[in-house]
């Protein structure tokens, strides 16, 4: 046969198995090469009868890509004379274009050889779904292109999910096998130099494009491995998307900058994916641009805009289980910074202690999400992080620590219609006994539900003149647009 082991030259490696590339090329962006469904149409279809019906009870599928199984079958055969054909690990020294043109033509040769009949067009489709398998992401190249996707499920090579506008739908993109996707999650941890397999079964890991990865494989995940992607917004949303959206008022909006830029201490809670991550970056649109500012995260999502930015990230363990990081250690070296305010990404352990402290000690407008139902909740995580971080503290001490540091919760939620909404902007005003004082400055109500499902509601004041940040507001001159703002609100009312 002709075709085969093109690519000459370095050490000759054994034809590989369906595997990654020894050194994934880094070039493996997500490019529209495949006619990817425009994100502004992605038109939910009823499941055709020629693709595998799903094993749970599933609401209609979204149809990526609209293939039979013959397709597949033509598919796996191609596929298969292309591994035992092509040299992977050459293949991977290639750069993206001409490794996609060395699969093509080897392609175009199999399918003659084995003459395969196809239109153009399937062939143009079959020749863009086996470069995607092997130098990319396979099946989840269409997804990772769109813009409209907030998360990516996949539950096994049958199964995936993602999350579009809030709602959770099920697609019809499927893996070859659980092997397949073991390869997919291998390429994209590698990429950040973890492994995952059975012996380290869980693996944190962020494509080139900062979307966050998580993989958790069998033994531990029982029905195959276990991708979840949180994509990454190239456009992160603004307080104005937020306030088209509905997610605030205009008037609450107002109220979010006055907060920002008058340094008041922030949590930010809410559930998972319930926009913790995109109000803190919206918040921080407010710092001054002299501001030296620290940002800690596990992952890096959060985009300043501001000049002086030191940016952290945690570590994870090596694959020997040394050289971790933790959140605790980058929150207490940031107070030997010199910073002028601290943003933690997301508390969940003892660095709550850390980031109180440093509140507390004159990092006014420091901010942090934690994931908690309520504001009252969020305070009460704090309080048990912090017992739990083994600090022996009485639970006054703990609270008097809460009171004196966090001014203002925001609470984030998902509502059942898929939106996301600012349900609550709360003071915390002191201790009173043993028990910390809250009080709302704002509140969403719902009012019902229209035709479509979609709840109605909206964002009212409660009645309160003079919040406590008022004098910090007046301190730096927004305290009449505080006035009007509330003033506002209270017409909501
Ligand atoms: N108000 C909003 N309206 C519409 N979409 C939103 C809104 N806020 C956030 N999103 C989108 O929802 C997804 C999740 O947002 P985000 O990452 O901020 O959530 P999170 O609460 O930080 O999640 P996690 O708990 O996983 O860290 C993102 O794709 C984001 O763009
Ligand atoms: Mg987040």
Redesign the pocket.
């Known amino acids: 046969m002709s075709f085969g082991k093109r690519v000459s030259g370095g050490n000759a490696a054994a034809p590989g198995k369906p595997v990654a590339p020894a050194s994934p090329s880094p070039e493996v962006k997500p490019k529209a090469v495949a006619p990817a469904p425009k994100p502004a149409a992605p038109a939910p279809a009823p499941v055709p009868a020629k693709v595998k019906p799903p094993e749970a009870p599933a609401a209609e599928e979204m149809v990526v890509s609209e293939k039979s199984e013959q397709y597949y079958a033509t598919k796996t055969t191609v596929f298969n004379a292309l591994i035992d054909t092509i040299d992977l690990g050459q293949l991977a020294q290639l750069d993206q274009e001409s490794a996609r043109e060395e699969i093509r033509d080897i392609v175009v040769e199999i399918i003659a050889i084995k003459n395969v009949v196809m239109s153009i067009s399937e062939q143009e489709g079959l020749l863009d779904d086996i470069c995607n398998d092997v130098l990319g992401y396979g099946p989840l190249e269409p997804l990772l292109a769109r813009d409209d996707i907030?998360?990516i499920m996949v539950n096994g090579a049958d199964t995936t999910y993602i999350e579009v506008d809030?709602k959770i739908q099920r697609t019809n993109v499927r893996f070859r096998d659980n092997a397949q996707l073991m390869n997919i999650c291998q390429r994209i941890v590698s990429q950040v130099g973890r492994r995952v397999d059975e012996a380290s079964p869980i693996c944190d890991a962020r494509l080139l494009d900062g979307s966050r990865v998580n993989v958790i494989a069998p033994p531990l995940a029982i029905d195959g491995p276990t991708l979840t992607i949180?994509?990454f917004?190239k456009d992160?949303?603004r307080l104005e998307?937020?306030v088209n959206?509905g997610?605030i008022s205009p008037a609450g909006s107002e109220l979010l900058r006055i907060i920002g830029h008058s340094r008041c201490n922030v949590l930010i809670s809410?559930?998972?994916?319930?926009?913790?991550?995109?109000?803190l970056n919206c918040l921080t649109g407010f710092i001054e641009p002299g501001e030296r500012v620290i940002t800690c995260e596990d992952s890096a999502?959060l985009q300043l805009q501001q000049p002086h930015v030191v940016r952290l990230e945690t570590r994870p363990p090596n694959i020997e289980g040394s050289g971790a990081v933790t959140m605790r250690e980058l929150v207490k070296n940031c107070l030997r910074m010199r910073p002028e305010r601290i943003i933690v990404g997301?508390v969940r352990g003892p660095e709550a202690f850390d980031l109180l402290q440093a509140m507390n000690t004159g990092h006014d407008g420091s901010m942090g999400?934690l994931?908690a139902n309520s504001p009252r909740e969020a305070l009460s995580r704090v309080e048990s992080m912090i017992t739990m971080g083994g600090f022996s503290l009485p639970a006054r001490t703990i609270r008097e620590m809460i009171v004196g540091s966090i001014d203002v919760v925001i609470q984030?939620t998902r509502l059942r219609d898929g939106?996301?909404?600012i349900i609550n902007i709360t003071e915390v005003m002191g201790l009173e006994g043993d028990t910390i004082v809250l009080q709302d400055v704002l509140t969403y109500e719902i009012d019902g539900e229209d035709a479509d499902g979609k709840l109605i509601g909206q964002h009212r004041g409660t009645g309160i003149g003079r919040p406590k940040f008022w004098e910090r507001a007046r301190y730096y001159n927004l305290e009449q647009d505080l006035a009007t703002a509330l003033d506002t609100l209270e017409e909501a009312a």
Do not use: M, N, Q
Not at 270 to 279: E, I, P, Y
């Open positions: 907030a998360d809030g949180r994509k917004k992160k949303l998307d937020l959206f997610s809410g559930g998972t994916g319930s926009g913790k991550t995109t109000l999502e997301e999400t994931h984030a939106s996301r909404r």
